[in-house]
């Protein structure tokens, strides 16, 4: 079963600093995305990509945040300068269409100390 | 805003009982999707619906989408411990066409043997 794998599971980082969470998303897919979990919260949105470009964020998604799929395997989430309220799981997904068949990694849990 | 509202958000039943998670909105989705997310996981997907009145059935588990396409429910047969965890749904809205997914808050099942 092909998987989406997300490195690494842990991370703590100290405020201000950046950070990056890595994805490997399942090879033949098109739409590549970054949730995040805050604990206890629903699952949100933070970013879509196709085409090697953002095609939708959401207002979590500020400037402190950027995306990019730098040599076509890999899928990053790059945090400038981390704050206390970034602390959250932070789930990679990939789908080949867009609509269907959503494979979730298992998820960078984030600590900003 | 677009708000998916699960219910019941906690379930504790014996093995053996019938169970059903419903998922609520006030919009019209494209399609819903059912995960079970365990915990430090990140969400797997169960199944995706897309027409209206269409069941799914997934061994013990049967899923429908309302005829209005805007609402879901779960259903259990003769619960087992291993069915404990985590449901959530997500809906996809009809106007999205970047693959976002709406989640709901989840329903935590447990299981008693």
């Known amino acids: 079963e092909p998987e989406v794998t997300q490195t690494p599971s842990h991370q703590v980082t100290q405020m201000g600093q950046e950070v990056i969470l890595r994805c490997v998303p399942i090879s033949n897919h098109l739409y590549f995305y970054w949730y995040r979990q805050i604990l206890g919260q629903k699952v949100e949105f933070l970013v879509s990509?196709?085409?090697?470009?953002?095609?939708?964020k959401s207002e979590i998604f500020d400037d402190q945040f950027s995306v990019e799929r730098p040599d076509g395997s890999n899928f990053t989430l790059k945090i400038r300068s981390t704050k206390l309220e970034d602390s959250a799981m932070y789930f990679c997904?990939?789908?080949?269409?867009?609509?269907?068949?959503?494979?979730f990694g298992s998820g960078t849990r984030l600590t900003v100390v | 805003t677009q708000l998916l509202e699960q219910s019941p958000q906690f379930l504790s039943i014996q093995e053996g009982e019938n169970l059903t998670v419903y998922c609520n909105s006030s919009?019209?989705?494209?399609?819903l999707q059912w995960y079970r997310q365990e915990p430090g996981e990140g969400p797997v997907l169960l199944v995706t619906v897309v027409t209206g009145g269409e069941v799914k059935k997934l061994k013990r588990l049967t899923f429908q989408f309302g005829d209005a396409r805007k609402d879901s429910s779960l259903h259990i047969t003769a619960a087992q411990p291993g069915d404990t965890g985590l449901y959530l749904c997500a809906a996809l809205l009809g106007s999205s066409n970047t693959g976002k997914l709406i989640f709901g808050q989840g329903t935590t099942l447990q299981v008693k043997p």
């Open positions: 997904a990939s789908s080949y269409t867009g609509t269907y068949g959503y494979t």
């Open positions: 990509f196709y085409n090697n470009e953002i095609s939708e």
């Open positions: 919009s019209v989705f494209s399609s």
